[in-house]
T-cell receptor, first 115, second 115 residues
C-alpha cells in the first residue's frame, strides 16, 4: 500500500512550456485534490474531484487543468507555465465512506520552478 | 465561508518547555478541525482531528488540542517540547463532514525547538 504518490519530485520549466504533474493513490479513495503551497500562504486548493469524470475548481484554479478518468489517477496540467506557478504542489485523497473519511492523505509533493 | 487564522507564523521554545500553537476558525456550520505537521521537504501528516464528541482530542507524538466552540478555537499543545518536534504546523477546517470535503488551511506556524 503506497498511499498517495506524486511524480516528478522536482521539475524546472521555462515560461510557456507545458507539463503534467502526476498523482496516484491505491486506497480506492473517491475524493482527490491538488493544492499549492507558497511561503507564508499555507496550502491553497487548486482543483478537486469527487469521483471519476467529476472535477471542480478550488480557490486558485487559473492556469491549471485536471481530469479524472480513473479512481486512482488525478493529473494536474499546466498548459503554459508562468513564473507565478513556481510552487510546491501537493496531491491529497480521502474516502467518502468508512471510518477514515474525515482524513485527507497527502503525497510527498512536487517542487516546480518556472524560469 | 470557512477560514482559519494561525496566530504567530514562527514560535520558538526551549526543549522541555510547553508548546502552544494557536488556531482560530470561522465556519457557518459545525466544523471539522485538523492539525497537520510538515517536516522539512516532506508532505503533510495528520496529527489529530476533531469531528464530533469529546472536545479534547489526543494525537500522535504527545500532542493534543481542545475544541472550544465559544472561542472558535482549536489550539494545539504539548507539555514538553522535543527537538524532533521542530516542523511547520498547519491548522485546517472543513465545514462538517458529509458532502463537504474541502479543507481550508491556515498559513502555518513554524516551530523551532532550542536545546
Amino acid at each position: 500500500n503506497a498511499g498517495v504518490t506524486q511524480t516528478p519530485k522536482f521539475q524546472v520549466l521555462k515560461t510557456g512550456q507545458s507539463m503534467t504533474l502526476q498523482c496516484a493513490q491505491d486506497m480506492n479513495h473517491e475524493y482527490m485534490s491538488w493544492y499549492r503551497q507558497d511561503p507564508g500562504m499555507g496550502l491553497r486548493l487548486i482543483h478537486y474531484s469527487v469521483g471519476a469524470g467529476i472535477t471542480d475548481q478550488g480557490e486558485v484554479p487559473n492556469g491549471y487543468n485536471v481530469s479524472r478518468s480513473t479512481t486512482e489517477d488525478f493529473p494536474l496540467r499546466l498548459l503554459s507555465a508562468a513564473p507565478s506557478q513556481t510552487s510546491v504542489y501537493f496531491c491529497a485523497s480521502r474516502g467518502l465512506a468508512g471510518i477514515t473519511t474525515d482524513t485527507q492523505y497527502f503525497g510527498p509533493g512536487t517542487r516546480l520552478t518556472v524560469l | 465561508a470557512q477560514s482559519v487564522t494561525q496566530l504567530g507564523s514562527h514560535v520558538s521554545v526551549s526543549e522541555g518547555a510547553l508548546v502552544l500553537l494557536r488556531c482560530n476558525y470561522s465556519s457557518s456550520v459545525p466544523p471539522y478541525l485538523f492539525w497537520y505537521v510538515q517536516y522539512p521537504n516532506q508532505g503533510l501528516q495528520l496529527l489529530l482531528k476533531y469531528t464530533t464528541g469529546a472536545t479534547l482530542v489526543k494525537g500522535i507524538n504527545g500532542f493534543e488540542a481542545e475544541f472550544k466552540k465559544s472561542e472558535t478555537s482549536f489550539h494545539l499543545t504539548k507539555p514538553s517540547a522535543h527537538m524532533s518536534d521542530a516542523a511547520e504546523y498547519f491548522c485546517a477546517v472543513s465545514e462538517g463532514g458529509g458532502s463537504n470535503y474541502k479543507l481550508t488551511f491556515g498559513k502555518g506556524t513554524l516551530l523551532t525547538v532550542n536545546p
